[in-house]
T-cell receptor, first 114, second 115 residues
Framework: NAGVTQTPKFQVLKTGQSMTLQCAQD?????MSWYRQDPGMGLRLIHY???????DQGEVPNGYNVSRSTTEDFPLRLLSAAPSQTSVYFC?????????????FGQGTRLTVV | AQSVTQLGSHVSVSEGALVLLRCNYS??????LFWYVQYPNQGLQLLLK??????LVKGINGFEAEFKKSETSFHLTKPSAHMSDAAEYFC?????????????FGAGTRLTVKP
């Protein structure tokens, strides 16, 4: 059982470039979310989705875009990368809304913007 | 909005010693509280959670936490540390079952276990 799969694991971007971080889950979870992890700040919610076709903003959504066309996939798009977006990004999925059931996390994508 | 404060960004204990990681929260609604563990180069994994009912919660790998409403605390303990416990630990608070879909994480505590 693969769980939550994120690709790529590492990425270096130049300022202004765009890219998509991929996230897929095979547990048929309705709820998916994206977090960024920065030193000394824990994890902060970027965007989340409560089901296919439904997305909403979290705590730090600026500079990021998401869509949810299928239950399995929840890609995160950086529209124009900035050095402030250098971070480790985690995708998570759960049966229920955040806190209602266990969240399963991917292994993360370490992004550096130069 | 909820918030979480983890006291101590780094904690070091000897193998076999008591592990105590501190977490205090603030919430305007009855909180759901969590401890997650992150091993190097991996995602987060749920250790335990408090929702309602019994205030002493037991989790995986011998960890437990006690919800103390009067102290707004949810400290994580383990009686005897093992080398494999070395990791980063995150406390989190959720506003479930409201529809705000908000869970706030603490900054994390890195646990080092000395032989």
């Amino acid at each position: 059982n693969a769980g939550v799969t994120q690709t790529p694991k590492f990425q270096v971007l130049k300022t202004g470039q765009s890219m998509t971080l991929q996230c897929a889950q095979d547990m048929n979870h309705e709820y998916m979310s994206w977090y960024r992890q920065d030193p000394g700040m824990g994890l902060r919610l970027i965007h989340y989705s409560v089901g296919a076709g439904i997305t909403d903003q979290g705590e730090v959504p600026n500079g990021y875009n998401v869509s949810r066309s299928t239950t399995e996939d929840f890609p995160l798009r950086l529209l124009s990368a900035a050095p402030s977006q250098t971070s480790v990004y985690f995708c998570a999925s759960s049966l229920d809304r955040v806190g209602g059931s266990e969240a399963f996390f991917g292994q993360g994508t370490r992004l550096t913007v130069v | 909005a909820q918030s979480v404060t983890q006291l101590g960004s780094h904690v070091s204990v000897s193998e076999g010693a008591l592990v105590l990681l501190r977490c205090n929260y603030s919430s305007s609604v009855p909180p759901y509280l969590f401890w997650y563990v992150q091993y190097p180069n991996q995602g987060l994994q749920l250790l335990l959670k408090y929702t309602t009912g019994a205030t002493l919660v037991k989790g995986i790998n011998g960890f437990e936490a006690e919800f103390k409403k009067s102290e707004t605390s949810f400290h994580l303990t383990k009686p005897s540390a093992h080398m494999s416990d070395a990791a980063e630990y995150f406390c989190a608070v959720s506003d479930y079952p409201s529809n705000n879909n908000d869970m706030r994480f603490g900054a994390g505590t890195r646990l080092t276990v000395k032989p």
